[in-house]
């Protein structure tokens, strides 16, 4: 009976192993695919397979899934790959681990290795970093019969603008079907990163260019000794991405780090293309370099996306209980002004108006009458108008233009800082669940957005007049 069940788990073993290697075959060959049509067809078949595997109840289940995780290692951390198979091996070598224990993830590690070519070398191997990332971008409008439009780039930077292109040369009004996926060249792993239903092209277009200027660090500068400089900016930053993407214990944010790492490259290439300079060859050295930096550096504490949002919710909440304030006479000389603003200590009803005395030298006295307290700035707007015209019959109850100007572009820029950090913090949670950032479109309800987090204020730079 024990050589039938050893017969048997010997031909289950072979017949995974064959199917890994069709699955890794028909993952590569996806990388090669000219149509989005082959390119679903390949990745479909491959996905039938593993999902036949993957729903056994029996422990190859768990041993295919080994075999998948020990590619994807190969792939992504390739110095950790080889010290854990030499652990593994050296265990067994000196009768820690019984063979007979182990011997199916022997042989799963050495597959790997095989596959991807990454653990042929020596322990003392140079070859630490990921393997690189393909970005398939996929456009399509909706209730037509014309096949996809499909093509390959180097970064999400290059397949958001090109998603964005292809939007802003089609009427703008048609809906569409849209989506950017990441693909590691090495394992064949899939990280969808965007995807969008039943969105007009505008709506697609306005959102690529948000998106773009969100994840970008260093926006386009004008004249040639600010783009030089900038170009210095993104190599720096570049270099940081790629310490983060490449070192031992990035963990689960080394993808994050591996598509901002691929973002600044591109971006530093294509700035150095501009004006001129050989940027190839000297990232390719700096990133020689960095490799042999990354093995004494800490790791990130945290990820890029990370990093983004804890930015863009420290500038909402910077101003202080002094907020941000209008004031302005009702006449020339009247001894009362009205003073407008927005208190960061009061979230809920932030937008406040108050009439102020004034001294004689024209300075507040401390004495003033509430007007109110709103939730936004048109009903402050409103309830100020309504206040004053009772209250100053004989003056003018119009709230000044530049006023009410710069109560909106303060509004704007809380708006802003809002939208900022809800939409970076929903791209990585996205990410971190395997999930892409979906957009919503403006025909949907309300009820379907994201609603921001009450537990903490809107704020902006400290601001006062």
């Known amino acids: 009976m024990n050589d039938q069940n050893q017969t048997h788990c010997r031909t289950t073993e072979s017949e995974m192993r064959r199917d890994y290697d069709t699955v890794y075959a028909l993952r590569q ?28 109840t029996d422990r190859w289940a768990a041993e295919w899934q080994f075999l998948d995780n020990a590619v994807q290692g190969w792939a992504e951390n390739p110095a950790a790959m080889r010290c854990t198979r030499y652990e593994l091996l050296r265990n067994v070598v000196f009768g820690r681990t019984p063979l007979e224990q182990v011997k199916t993830r022997v042989a799963s590690l050495l597959q790997a290795d095989r596959l991807t070519g990454r653990g042929r070398r020596s322990l003392r191997s140079t070859r630490r970093t990921c393997g690189p990332l393909a970005y398939f971008a996929f456009y399509r409008e909706l209730f037509c019969h014309d096949d996809d439009s499909f093509t390959v780039h180097t970064s999400w930077w290059h397949a958001r603008q090109w998603l964005g292109q292809q939007a802003q040369t089609q009427s703008s009004d048609r809906y569409v079907a ?16 965007i995807e969008a239903n039943a969105t007009t092209n505008a709506e697609l277009a306005a959102e690529m260019t948000y998106l773009n200027r969100l994840l970008s ?19 720096g930053a570049y270099l940081e991405a790629f310490i983060a993407a490449n070192h031992h214990d990035a963990g689960l944010h080394r993808i994050e780090h591996r598509l901002h790492a691929d973002d600044l490259r591109d971006q530093a290439l294509d ?3 501009r004006l001129g300079v050989p940027a190839a060859d000297h990232l390719s050295v700096l990133d020689h370099d960095t490799a042999e930096r990354a093995r004494t550096t800490p790791a990130p504490p945290t990820g890029w996306l990370d990093a ?16 941000f304030f209008i004031r302005y006479r009702l006449s020339t000389g009247a001894p009362t002004a009205i003073q407008l603003g927005w208190d960061p200590t009061k979230p809920q009803r932030p937008w406040q108006g108050q009439e102020v005395r004034l001294g004689r030298d024209g300075a507040p006295n401390g004495r003033h009458r509430a007007i109110g307290e709103f939730s936004s700035l048109g009903e402050l707007l409103q309830n100020v108008e309504n206040w004053c015209q009772p209250t100053y019959p004989g003056q003018s109850s119009a709230v000044r233009l530049y006023a009410a100007r710069r109560l909106k572009e303060w509004s704007d820029h809380l708006a802003e800082l809002e939208r900022a950090t809800t939409t970076s913090a929903a791209i990585r949670d996205a990410l971190q669940t395997g999930k892409p950032y979906e957009l919503i479109p403006s025909h949907w309800s309300t009820a379907n957005q994201p609603e921001a987090d009450p537990t903490h204020p809107v704020g902006g730079p400290d601001a006062a007049d």
Request: with cysteine; hydrophobic share 40%.
């Open 29 to 56: 060959a996806s990388l090669n695919a000219v149509t989005a049509v082959e390119y679903d067809e390949l990745r479909d078949d491959a996905e039938h397979r593993e999902r036949r595997w993957l729903a056994r």
């Open 308 to 323: 983004c949002t804890h930015r863009f919710r420290t500038d909402r909440q910077r101003p202080g209980s002094a907020g």
């Open 178 to 193: 849209a989506e950017i996926v990441a693909v590691d060249c090495l394992s064949g792993k899939r990280y969808p990163l």
């Open 217 to 235: 660090d260093f926006l386009a500068a004008e004249g040639p000794m600010h783009a030089e400089v900038r170009y210095d900016e993104l190599a």
């Open 271 to 273: 700035l150095a293309a």
